[in-house]
């Protein structure tokens, strides 16, 4: 179960491995060819210049499989230039090791993926795994694409080779009908990935950052609020923050009687119950303003192993969303003190739930400790803005969340974090915002 913790923190520590990535990466960007053969079974191949010799998918146990997401795929194997088929060595635990004496030979590896992840009860969600989406099929990466977790610093080409009649949206950068790039290993692994026929994606502009929207055939009624609560919260945080991270944003909603969201790196996916019910518009404020924070705090500002720092994103997240909708006028008052209640709430029940282990601790088994990871850093973060409030004066929590932002390059560690709170705010001078906001922030200087 810790596997996918493994694979994030080889993932989120490119900086560090960039000079061995030279080599591993060539001058062209390694092709992922996905092709559709029939009903739900996909042949996926990749071409690199170089590997380590491991090849890895993200890996999960789930109700109802074996073994995970490599119950969904088959007849993983090497090939040649010349050719020839190359078997690899099964680890277990969605790891594949290439025969010593064969390394220097492989410069591609294909394999078979069957589409039927709905058989399964994914523990996290199946809006972070596959599921099916219309007459289509919902994927995100790191459940489906196999790869080196060395190659963290390399660019990377998705080719779709699918029916005419079908189309592709992605998180990645769009180059030119059904072909994609990514950037590094974490955009490829961490994004959302939906193909099939009749795709309908809308599409809105927030400050230089494009945002695709994109509905099951049972919940395109709802697709205006949703665009308009996601204007309104994406408008804030870009004014929070000083600027959006990513130039594009892929938002997926899946109609399922589950209610649940995943965020991954320029793209989020939520799973609601159609119709959805406008009555209940502080849930899905909060849900959908909630995922699209991630893009800032969880991915922007990030933790260098993956799991420290859940409780700083998570409940930062939480908290930051409440006080966003409150100043947007989406919420009244007596509805973020009730925002606020449940987060306290959520820390008690947590400290009960999860005995005596610290937030940075609890972050290992996020679901597990979930009460205690999201109740634990919104407490924090009330408290955090109420001490600069009390000092600096209105808008220094924000005047340190945007500090955060701009020297986040190489991610944060628990002592780097803390120690970069203590030394803030220094010297920040104030600046009003529009007065539609109703909020004074402080700039950093």
């Known amino acids: 179960m810790l596997k996918i913790s493994t694979a994030m923190l080889a993932m989120t520590m490119g900086m560090a491995q960039a000079d061995a990535q030279e080599g591993m990466c060539g001058t062209s960007p390694i092709a992922y060819t996905v092709r559709h053969v029939e009903d739900n079974r996909f042949q996926i191949e990749a071409s690199f210049t170089d590997h380590n010799g491991v090849f890895d998918v993200g890996w999960r146990v789930a109700e109802g499989t074996q073994d995970g997401q490599v119950d969904f795929i088959s007849d993983l194997h090497a090939l040649t230039a010349g050719g020839e088929r190359v078997e690899l060595d099964y680890q277990g635990y969605g790891t594949w090791n290439v025969p ?60 779709m080779d699918v029916p005419g009649d079908w189309s592709s949206v992605a998180g990645w950068a769009t180059q030119d009908g059904e072909t994609f790039a990514a950037g590094d290993l974490r955009e490829l692994l961490r994004n959302i990935l939906v193909t099939g026929p009749d795709l309908q994606p809308h599409y809105a502009e927030f400050e230089g950052m494009r945002v695709t929207i994109l509905e099951q055939a049972e919940l395109p009624e709802n697709g205006e609020v949703f665009q308009t609560l996601l204007e309104d919260s994406i408008g804030r945080y870009v004014e929070v923050f000083g600027s959006a991270p990513v130039d594009r944003y892929l938002v997926v909603f899946g109609d399922d009687p589950g209610t649940d969201g995943g965020a991954f790196a320029n793209s989020f996916g ?62 009244d008052a007596q509805e973020m003190l009730f925002i606020i209640e449940g987060q306290v709430r959520r820390f008690f029940l947590g400290r009960i739930a999860s005995d005596d282990i610290d937030l940075s601790e609890a972050g290992q088994e996020k679901q597990q400790n979930r009460q205690l990871v999201y109740g634990g850093g919104a407490l924090f973060h009330l408290m955090l803005d109420a001490e600069l409030t009390a000092r600096p004066g209105a808008g220094s929590y924000e005047a340190l969340l945007w500090d955060l932002y701009e020297n986040s390059d190489t991610g944060w560690s628990l002592h780097t974090m803390l120690s970069f709170l203590d030394q803030r705010p220094r010297a920040w001078r104030q600046r009003s915002t529009p007065s539609s906001t109703r909020l004074s922030i402080i700039r950093p200087s």
């Not at 849930?283 to 909630?290: D, E």
């Open 100 to 159: 010593e004496a064969r390394r220097d030979d492989v410069v591609r590896i294909q394999y078979e993926l069957d589409a039927d992840h709905d058989r399964a009860v994914w523990n996290i969600g199946k809006e972070e795994i596959a599921y099916r989406f219309d007459d289509g099929f919902y994927f995100v990466g790191s459940a489906v694409i196999v790869a080196d977790y060395s190659w963290t610093d390399c660019d990377f080409e998705i080719v």
């Open 270 to 331: 939520q799973r609601m119950s159609a119709p959805a019910r406008m009555g209940e518009k502080l849930m899905w404020g909060r849900i959908l303003a909630h995922e699209a924070l991630h893009t800032w705090l969880g991915h922007a500002i990030y933790s260098t192993n993956g799991w420290e720092l859940q409780w700083f994103s998570e409940g930062g997240t939480d908290y930051l969303t409440g006080k966003t909708l409150y100043r947007s006028g989406q919420i």
